[in-house]
């Protein structure tokens, strides 16, 4: 698999590894068995409904026809709203262990899934174009990531910087970084992720380097332990950031 470095707005160097092309293509099974069985399913009521309307009005052919649009839509619409909630994975990349994430490192924007999703089409009607792309791109991206700015992960082999951040705080917790919402949403999930690389893989040397980073960027002359630290940082702007 090819090892993907990525610079984050922390100038952190985060390595991750693109997904292989036996996941990407079992998860593509596993979505497209899901939306041809939703699909058949669906198929099923309106022939049920139809049979049903026989020698009925135009009025009622033009409702039937809304109907189906309705129903097609979640198929339609399904890697964009799973990805769009389920945080870059839809089930099928989820059971592959695999994400969508932006080229810098952070959660994909919804912007950037949208337009991966408008350019889908075009990667499926374009088999060959779509394969020399993967295979000849530094991060083995399709045209659709390129044109969105995005990539696919192996989340098993990475440590998940796309976890949310936000958890329950003491009624009575007082911040003690009132100027860490200079940092953002990104580099909260960076500082996440960063814990959870040091619990996972015991990476001492990249906790060093966050931390550090932090302290240059919000000018903290203090020195506590560092995982304490990135853990306080967190609570702090978890909190802050609630106020405003």
Same mark, same amino acid.
């Given at each position: @698999? ?5 610079? /984050? ?25 899901? +939306?041809?069985?939703y699909a058949y399913i669906t198929s099923q009521i309106i022939d ?33 709203v799973c990805e769009t909630l389920m945080n870059g994975q839809s089930p099928g990349k989820k059971i592959c262990q695999i994400r969508v ?14 337009? &991966? ?17 993967? @295979? ?14 995005? @990539? ?33 949403? &990104?580099? @909260? ?12 893989? !015991? ?11 932090? &302290?240059?960027?919000? !000018? ?7 995982? /304490?630290?990135?853990? /306080? +940082? ?7 950031? !609630?106020? !405003?």
């Amino acid at each position: @698999m090819e090892k993907i470095t990525v610079q /984050t707005s922390l100038n952190i160097e985060l390595e991750f590894e693109s997904a292989p092309f036996h996941k990407r293509f079992f998860a593509l099974i596993i979505d497209s068995i899901i +939306i041809t069985a939703y699909a058949y399913i669906t198929s099923q009521i309106i022939d049920s409904i139809n049979s049903e309307s026989t020698g009925e009005s135009l009025p009622f052919l033009y409702n039937l026809s809304a109907l189906q649009m309705l129903f097609y839509l979640p198929a339609l619409l399904y890697h964009l709203v799973c990805e769009t909630l389920m945080n870059g994975q839809s089930p099928g990349k989820k059971i592959c262990q695999i994400r969508v994430i932006s080229d810098n490192g952070g959660r994909a924007a919804f912007h950037q899934l949208v337009l &991966r999703w408008l350019l889908r089409s075009v990667d499926i009607a374009m088999v060959l174009p779509g394969l020399i792309s993967y @295979m000849s791109t530094k991060r083995n991206q399709r045209l659709g990531d390129l044109a969105a700015g995005t @990539m696919v992960i192996d989340t098993k082999l990475s440590s998940d910087l796309n976890e949310t951040v936000f958890f329950e705080l003491e009624n009575d917790y007082k911040p003690k970084y009132t100027n860490v919402l200079r940092l953002s949403d &990104r580099d @909260m999930n960076l500082v996440k992720g960063v814990l959870d690389a040091v619990v996972k893989q !015991n990476n001492t040397a990249l906790l060093y380097r966050t931390t550090a980073k932090i &302290r240059e960027v919000l !000018n903290i002359q203090e020195y506590e332990d560092d995982v /304490t630290f990135l853990e /306080t +940082i967190l609570k702090d702007y978890n909190y802050l950031s !609630n106020q !405003n």
